[in-house]
């Protein structure tokens, strides 16, 4: 009979675990570990055995059995069992490889309103809370701590150990689309709630009931050229006009403090300073220099998606991200980047490329095994090799469970930011006789019946309730219409309509800031005007009717132009000129 390997014994130390499971590892099987790929599941729960080659190029069988990859991000919303049956299958697939090493699963957000493939989803049966600049906006630490904890508690349920959050960025450049995903435009509040994040995902240390926080995007991804986002190349350019680069690195600083277990450097190419002008998955004095060296940090880097390879999405080509170095083929950019000191590549899924690089004498198989080494202690530190799998009945319970949705809904209501409010137009009364005659515009006419009367003609109100969104510049790429990006302001004739109801009845305006809107004609001519960042109409309502008491202040300035935000400097926080409200502005009722 054959003993135990000792990689499998839970009674010894993990570090003779650890380098008992690399010893025994083929370079083929090392290089796996160094790629966090992406999966797809069906709708009932099953791996995707199959695809078309639109948006990943192989199978869930492929990408286990034969590239040996073990970790992986689910694409897309679904139910808490199925996501539940479709992680069980998925560490069936891995115990039956040689080695049996279980897979680890990751995430982006998904406890919030925003629903795009690239950065997040919506709640769907998850608890859904406010957006984390929503979180900010309250900027309470304990509240965030609960939200990372409930967080944890959801996750764990169906099997993700790895959080591709936070995103402590800061909203420096207005017009950057990936704002509603940070904690806004301050730095000290930002490292603040980092450490509250990390501890609520993580607990007291790494272990078994911890979901590994990977913070991203490593040095502060706000300062990016016109607000442009480096997803696409014309916006890879980060720029430093104010001189805050430090600035930017308060949140990292605590972050690494409070001891998350990865860091997801950011795609920006940083222009105009001391460091080399590459993509920061590439950047040696970035990532060894500053995040290893000075920070300290000990734990894994992953890259942000997609920097050695083009790839489909949508049916449409985009080019890897490798700014700065797109000259260069595909394993110059993969020992590049492991030169510069990460870890894995996100969102890549050719391992055969860092073989050849060691077979060839380009890169030493013991760079390699530094970096397994970390992912293997991650995936011990978690208990993975002992309970890979999950109860799909527990995840049915406790995924979206009534106390996590009420804690959400509590926190969507806290986060509403009064911006104006003259003549104490609200609280509304909900006993006036007889009842308020709504008209309701982007609001549920059910909601909104519950607290008056709903007419179609807002010639017949006496009250409207009006929703908007920031506003955006289209664009015609598939991919990058998610990404929210371009001017700020209503175009004619939208603003014209939006002004014209105003006129004709006081009105309610809700804006949803997932950047900073330019609204001055509005804010003026409003009845009163509440920011929310993720709130529901019920929500909404309740703060406006008196039932419920927001607390939110902005969490960035609001511009009084565009002309305004494209004078401001991209690095420098809140810095346009005579904004129409200041970043903390919110009134209480």
């Known amino acids: 009979m054959n003993a135990t390997p000792a990689y499998k014994d839970a009674s010894l130390p993990l570090d003779r675990r650890v380098e008992d499971l690399l010893s025994r590892m083929t370079l083929e099987e090392k290089a796996g570990q160094l790629f966090h790929s992406m999966l797809m599941m069906n709708a009932d729960g099953s791996p995707v055995t199959e695809t078309d080659g639109s948006m990943l190029p192989f199978t869930t069988p492929e990408l286990i059995g034969d590239r040996l990859l073990t970790h992986f991000n689910l694409l897309g919303s679904h139910g808490a069992r199925e996501m539940a049956r479709w ?49 900010a906006a309250i900027g309470d630490p304990e509240l965030v701590f609960r939200f990372a904890d409930t967080v944890r508690r959801e996750y764990l349920a169906v099997g993700f150990r790895v959080a591709l959050h936070p995103q402590i960025d800061l909203a420096s450049e207005p017009r950057w689309a990936r704002q509603t995903g940070t904690f806004g435009s301050d730095a000290r509040l930002t490292a603040e709630l980092v450490r509250a994040y990390v501890r609520g995902l993580q607990g007291p240390e790494l272990g078994p009931a911890s ?24 916006g890879k350019e980060q720029v430093y006009p104010g001189g805050m680069r430090e600035h930017h690195l308060e949140p ?81 950019r993969a020992a590049r980047a492991l030169d510069a000191g990460c870890d894995q590549f996100g969102g890549e899924q050719c391992p055969e490329v860092v073989v050849e690089l060691v077979r060839s004498g380009r890169v030493a198989e013991s760079r390699v095994d530094a970096s397994v080494r970390r992912l293997l202690r991650e995936k011990f530190r978690l ?162 009717f008196g039932r419920a008491v927001p607390e939110g202040r902005l969490p960035f300035e609001l511009p009084r132009s565009m002309e305004a935000v494209e004078a401001s400097r991209p690095d420098v926080p809140n810095d346009t000129e005579d904004p129409v409200f200041a970043h903390g502005h919110g009134l209480s009722l």
């Not at 979901?211 to 014309?234: L, N, R, T, W």
């Not at 995040?291 to 390879?309: A, H, I, N, S, Y």
């Not at 603003?495 to 009845?505: K, M, N, P, R, Y």
């Not at 920011?531 to 109409?537: E, F, L, Q, R, V």
């Open 252 to 332: 990292f600083r605590a972050a690494v403090a409070a001891g998350c277990a990865q860091m997801m450097p950011y795609y920006g190419q940083p222009i105009g300073t001391d460091w080399e002008e590459v993509g920061f998955g590439f950047n040696k004095g970035v990532v060894t220099g500053l995040l290893r060296e000075e920070l300290g940090f000990e734990g894994v880097v992953c890259t942000d998606w997609g920097l050695l390879t083009d790839s489909s999405i949508f049916g449409q080509t985009h080019p890897a991200r490798a700014w700065g170095l797109e000259h260069l083929g595909v394993a110059e």
């Open 383 to 544: 208990g993975l090799f002992e309970n890979p799998y999950v109860d799909p009945d527990a995840a049915q319970e406790t995924v979206g469970r009534a106390d996590f949705t009420a804690l959400g809904a509590a926190a969507q209501r806290r986060s509403l930011t009064v911006l104006t409010n003259p003549e104490r137009f609200i609280p509304l009364s909900a006993k006036s006789e007889p009842p308020h005659k709504l008209y309701v515009r982007n609001v549920d006419e059910a909601v909104a019946a519950q607290y008056g009367e709903v007419v179609a003609d807002p010639a017949a109100a006496d009250l409207a309730v009006l929703r908007l969104r920031t506003p955006y510049e289209p664009r015609e790429n598939i991919f990058e219409s998610f990404f929210h990006s371009g001017s700020l302001a209503f175009p004619e004739p939208e603003l014209a309509g939006i002004l014209a109801l105003l006129d004709q009845v006081p009105t309610l305006v809700c804006i949803n800031l997932e950047r900073a809107a330019v609204i001055p004609e509005i804010a003026a001519r409003a009845a009163a005007l509440i920011a929310d960042y993720g709130a529901s109409d019920a929500a909404l309502l309740d703060v406006a």
């Open 87 to 135: 992680q069980n299958a998925v560490q069936e697939m891995a115990a039956a490889t040689r080695l049996g090493i279980p897979v680890t699963l990751s995430t982006d957000p998904r406890h919030a309103f925003t629903d795009n493939v690239g950065a997040s989803f919506n709640s769907g049966a998850f608890s859904a809370w406010p957006e984390a600049l929503g979180l």
């Open 211 to 234: 979901v590994s926080a990977m913070v991203k995007h490593f040095p502060g991804g706000g300062p990016q050229k016109d607000g442009e986002d480096p997803h696409f190349a014309h």
